[in-house]
């Protein structure tokens, strides 16, 4: 596993990155006083290794959370890996890794072996397409139903761009793109649009979520989907370059509504903290372990779920309200 080494350097990212939460316009969530979460951690004296797989999407989070950690307690590393919902369940059921970051709900046939889940965040699939699309002012004016979604990725009833618009003179092909890789975002995508789970999408797999926006940002004709924190330039909030998300017309009206356009951070993240933004594709982050967690890990998650929320908003995550915060911390004790 790769180690995660902090470096004077992400110091100063990170310290960046509070500051910029804390001039934040997005609603803030209220942290859990310590008080209630029992003693908090940096009053601990904690050393040892954390090990972390999982989740594309809760990875970058993993790395700040860690940094942030690491710097109240000098004596605790971090081992930090990727790879995909999938994987991070399958390590914590063998018991190689301490903690899974688990983009989607946890299956009743994995709390049956052992696994134990809280929320942490929340976060969201969007569809994305090339800026370069042949009907891009199109989509941007029109929108794209849940049906024609499900007729795209379901049930392959659409196969051109003209038949997403209405127009039947534009004959170009719609190059379908899903994740290969076992993911949380492939599981929400899928449900969004009709399936029940990820085996239901057609397309052309693409291994892992970098992988899947660099497909769609180099082919004009492809349509894809990518996480929040993915799809947008934190350092501006704007856009990843190349990229556009066809607004989901949600009430069928045949246009797309303000409300229902995200073109920066802000618009999309305050879309899914309030619910505009339908669930799914929206949906909660979770920590997994074998077992209920205990010593370091639990010090650790504990954490993460009352100061830790305060890294969320810069990171592009919506943090956990108060009750929900409250609920995660009463699954610990």
């Known amino acids: 596993m790769r180690k995660q080494t902090l470096t004077l350097q992400s110091v100063f990212l990170i310290l960046a990155v509070a500051l910029s939460a804390c001039g934040s316009s997005a609603p803030q969530a209220a942290a ?5 979460a029992a003693q908090s951690p940096s009053e601990e004296q904690l050393s040892g290794v954390i090990s972390v797989s999982g989740a594309f999407a809760l ?19 971090f081992d930090v890996q990727g790879g995909g919902a999938g994987k991070g369940m399958t390590d914590t059921i063998a018991g190689a890794v301490d903690i899974g970051m688990i983009s989607r709900s946890i299956k009743d046939e994995e709390t049956a072996q052992g696994i134990f889940w809280v929320s942490v965040t929340k976060d969201a699939v969007f569809p994305i397409v090339s800026s370069e699309n042949p009907v891009a002012a199109q989509l941007l004016e029109k929108g794209i139903t849940q ?9 392959e009833e659409i196969k051109t ?11 170009d092909e719609i190059h379908v793109f899903t994740r290969s890789d076992s993911s949380g975002a492939a599981e929400q995508w899928a449900k969004f649009s009709g399936g029940n789970a990820q ?4 397309g052309i797999g693409v291994n892992g979520e970098p992988s899947i926006l660099d497909t769609v940002i180099k082919d004009p004709l492809a349509i894809g989907y990518g996480n929040l924190n993915s799809i947008f330039d934190l350092s501006n909030g704007n856009i990843v370059p190349g990229v556009i998300i066809p607004p989901i017309d949600v009430d069928n009206n045949g246009k797309a509504d303000a409300v229902e356009i995200y073109k920066v951070k802000e618009d999309a993240f305050g879309a899914v903290a309030n619910g505009t933004y339908p669930s799914p594709p929206s949906r909660f982050e979770n920590l997994a372990t074998l077992g209920k967690p205990e010593g370091l890990s639990l010090a650790f998650i504990k954490w993460i779920l009352t100061d830790g929320q305060q890294y969320l908003e810069s990171a592009g995550f919506v943090p956990l309200t108060p009750e929900q915060q409250a609920e995660s911390l009463d699954k610990l004790k």
Request: net charge negative; charged share 25%.
């Open 161 to 171: 761009w003209g038949e997403v618009v209405g127009d039947p003179s534009i004959t």
């Open 59 to 77: 990875y970058p989070m993993m790395t700040v959370w860690a940094d942030e950690f690491s710097k109240l307690h000098p004596d605790v590393e």
């Open 199 to 202: 085996e239901d999408l057609k």
């Open 147 to 155: 049906e024609i979604f499900n007729k795209i990725y379901i049930t």
């Open 32 to 36: 859990v006083p310590a008080s209630n």
